[in-house]
């Protein structure tokens, strides 16, 4: 693609990018649940940041808002890199912390097509290479300079599917 094309592209998709102010942990959890009531079977949904970002904080409030159990224990995949869970709705939700893979190839040995047929969050993103599903939810968590308990969330794609988003 030409440089000036993917300049064009790269600045439509920043001026359509959605941005939040997530000024605690509950306002976090609150987008999860925002995101959780408009996912469906077959979407992706990226988070990006560095380590403590807040990514694993986000989807165990997405998973909770969507099996409809607040208490439903969801542990940080970073060992099993890939923990499942069966929805109400009667999908799966697969989230996914890629950090300590190395190759695309290990995506497959995490089930990782099967798991597309439902819902996939995935942490550490970056490591899909040319598995990123080009329609994915992107969110990107960044800290906020001088208040520890707060996150600068921007939210890409999903075009017209985030207009009710608080
Ligand atoms: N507004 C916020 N949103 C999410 N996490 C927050 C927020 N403020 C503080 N935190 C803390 O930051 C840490 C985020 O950890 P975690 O979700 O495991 O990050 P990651 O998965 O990105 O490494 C947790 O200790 C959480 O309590
Ligand atoms: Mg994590």
């Given amino acids: 693609m030409?440089?000036?094309?993917?300049?064009?592209?790269e600045r439509m998709a920043a001026a359509s990018a959605l941005k939040r102010r997530l000024e605690d942990e509950g306002a976090t959890e609150r987008l999860g649940a925002a995101i959780a009531?408009?996912?469906?079977?077959?979407?992706?949904?990226?988070?990006r940041g560095s380590y403590g970002a807040g990514k694993t904080t986000l989807a165990r409030a997405l998973v909770r808002a969507a099996s409809g159990d607040p208490s439903l224990v969801v542990p940080s995949p970073s060992f099993t890199l890939a923990q499942t869970?069966?929805?109400?709705?009667g999908t799966t939700l697969t989230h996914y912390d890629l950090w300590r893979t190395e190759a695309v190839e290990e995506l497959a040995e995490l089930g990782w097509q099967d798991a597309r047929?439902?819902?996939v969050v995935v942490e550490w993103p970056e490591r899909?290479?040319?598995?990123?599903?080009?329609d994915a939810l992107s969110i990107t968590l960044s800290p906020v300079p001088g208040d520890p308990g707060a996150r600068d969330a921007v939210l890409e794609g999903w075009a017209g599917r985030l207009e009710d988003l608080p």
């Fill in 117 to 119: 047929e439902g819902i």
């Fill in 128 to 134: 899909l290479g040319i598995a990123v599903p080009p």
């Fill in 85 to 89: 869970y069966s929805l109400p709705s």
């Fill in 37 to 47: 009531a408009v996912m469906r079977a077959g979407d992706a949904i990226l988070l």
């Fill in 2 to 9: 030409r440089f000036a094309t993917r300049l064009a592209l």
